[in-house]
C-alpha cells in the first residue's frame, strides 16, 4: 500500500494548466480532477481523493463534488478503479496504487498543492480502501473519511518514525444490512482508537447501505474547519 512519492512544485510552463472538469488518463485508468474555475498561483489548495465504492459510480461522485472545488477553494481527484474495485479487493497486483502514484506527481507539477492538507474519502469499498492507503501513508495524507469502511489493512512500509497520524472520520447506518452495525462499526472504531487514532464516529440512526445525506458536507465541513498546519 505504499506510495513512492515526493512531491513537487508546479512546473514553469508556457500554458496555464486546465481548470473545471480535467480528465486524467495513463493507460487504461483515468480520473476526474475537479479543480476551482481559476487557480491562484499564489497560494497552495488542499487536494483530496474521492474513492468510490464497488461497482465504479465514480460519475455519481463527480455530480456530487462537481460544486465543492468552488465551495471550498480546493482539488478533488476522483479516479476510477482499474477492476470493479480497488486493486487490494480486486487484484494482486496494483494498478490502481501505480495510478495514484503517476496522477498526484502529475498534479504536483502542474497545481500548487499543499502538501500538509491532502486527504482521502471514500464509500463502502472506497472508504475501507481510503483508511488503508491513508493510514499506511502518513507522510502523504493528513485525513481520511469514510463512509461504511468493512475493513481495513496497514502497511508498515510506508511509516516513517515521527510520521503524525492521520485523523480518522467515519460514519456507518445502524440499519446497514452488508455491513452490520454491531459487527463491522463498532469493532472498527475500537481497532482504529487502540491503535492510537483519533477517530470522529459517526451514526445515521436507521441508515442502511447507502451514505446519508449528510455526509459529504459535514465530513468536508470537519476537514476545511480543522487547524491544519497553513502554507498558503
Excluded: C
Excluded at 491562484?40 to 455519481?60: I, Q
Excluded at 492538507?117 to 473519511?145: C, E, H, K, T, W
Excluded at 459517526?202 to 476537514?223: C, K, M, N, T, Y
Amino acid at each position: 500500500m505504499k506510495l513512492a512519492l515526493q512531491h513537487k512544485t508546479p512546473e514553469p510552463r508556457e500554458e496555464e494548466s486546465p481548470t473545471g472538469h480535467v480528465r486524467v488518463e495513463h493507460g487504461s485508468s483515468s480520473a476526474i480532477l475537479l479543480t476551482p474555475e481559476r487557480i491562484d498561483p499564489e497560494r497552495r489548495y488542499p487536494l483530496l481523493t474521492v474513492l468510490h465504492g464497488a461497482g465504479r459510480r465514480e460519475e455519481m461522485l463527480v455530480k456530487a463534488y462537481r460544486e465543492e472545488p468552488e465551495a471550498r477553494d480546493a482539488l478533488f481527484l476522483i479516479p476510477r478503479s482499474h477492476h470493479p474495485t480497488w486493486d487490494l479487493i480486486a487484484a494482486n497486483d496494483r494498478p490502481d496504487l501505480d495510478f495514484l502514484e503517476w496522477a498526484y506527481d502529475l498534479i504536483y507539477r502542474r497545481y500548487s498543492v499543499d502538501p500538509d492538507r491532502q486527504a482521502l474519502i471514500g464509500y463502502s469499498d472506497g472508504a475501507s480502501y481510503a483508511l488503508s492507503v491513508g493510514l499506511s501513508n502518513p507522510g502523504v495524507f493528513r485525513a481520511v473519511m469514510g463512509w461504511a469502511a468493512g475493513f481495513l489493512v496497514v502497511d508498515p512500509s510506508g511509516i516513517s518514525a515521527g510520521d503524525p497520524k492521520p485523523a480518522v472520520l467515519l460514519e456507518y447506518g445502524t440499519q446497514d444490512q452488508l455491513f452490520p452495525f454491531e459487527r463491522v462499526a463498532i469493532p472498527m472504531r475500537e481497532r482504529l482508537e487502540g491503535m492510537g487514532y483519533a477517530v470522529n464516529f459517526r451514526v445515521d440512526e436507521g441508515g442502511r447501505h447507502w451514505p446519508s445525506g449528510e455526509f459529504q458536507p459535514e465530513a468536508l465541513d470537519w476537514f476545511f474547519s480543522s487547524p491544519w498546519p497553513e502554507n498558503a
